[in-house]
């Protein structure tokens, strides 16, 4: 079999992806969560007399916590599977990557498993988030001054 024949096969064969529906799903759970941040929000204001910047603390503390939780019962995978980007780029992306991490090496010990490991997939955004924003702050300083 030659290869452009193979390729041919591995392209009919390949499943489609969804595009507009991923696009759509991805798209309203984003705005689900934002919706609820919102309403959590608002309630620690007006119940708790939480300033705003408290309450926005809470709110991030809580969906960390609430992403951490279901990534350790295996119910984030799942959502993820369905909603993509929905889930995954907001802050409950980032803990559900460290607590995937922590979980699958918790077997190799809490020193050279889980300490070792706990940045595995996060730690490249942390590095590129990091350097990045060091030369954009460069940049600004270059161009305010």
Do not use: Q, R
């Not at 909603?83 to 699958?104: N, R």
């Not at 706990?118 to 955004?125: D, E, Q, V, W, Y």
Request: glycine residues 8%; charged residues 15%; hydrophobic residues 55%.
């Amino acid at each position: 079999m030659n290869k452009n024949k193979y390729l041919k096969i591995v392209k009919d064969l390949t499943p489609k992806e969804k595009k507009l529906e991923n696009s759509a799903l991805a798209f309203l759970m984003g705005g689900v969560l934002g919706f609820i941040a919102e309403g959590i929000k608002l309630l620690l204001v007006y119940n708790l007399h939480l300033t705003v910047k408290d309450a926005t603390t809470w709110v991030l503390i809580i969906y960390i916590l609430m992403a951490s939780i279901f990534t350790a019962l295996s119910f984030f995978d799942k959502l993820v599977m369905k909603y993509k980007c929905g889930l995954i780029v907001p802050i409950t992306g980032f803990a559900h990557s460290i607590t995937s991490s922590a979980l699958d090496y918790k077997t190799d010990g809490l020193i050279t498993g889980v300490g070792a490991s706990f940045f595995k997939l996060a730690g490249c955004i942390l590095l590129y988030g990091i350097v990045s924003a060091f030369f954009f702050a460069i940049i600004k300083v270059i161009i305010y001054v």
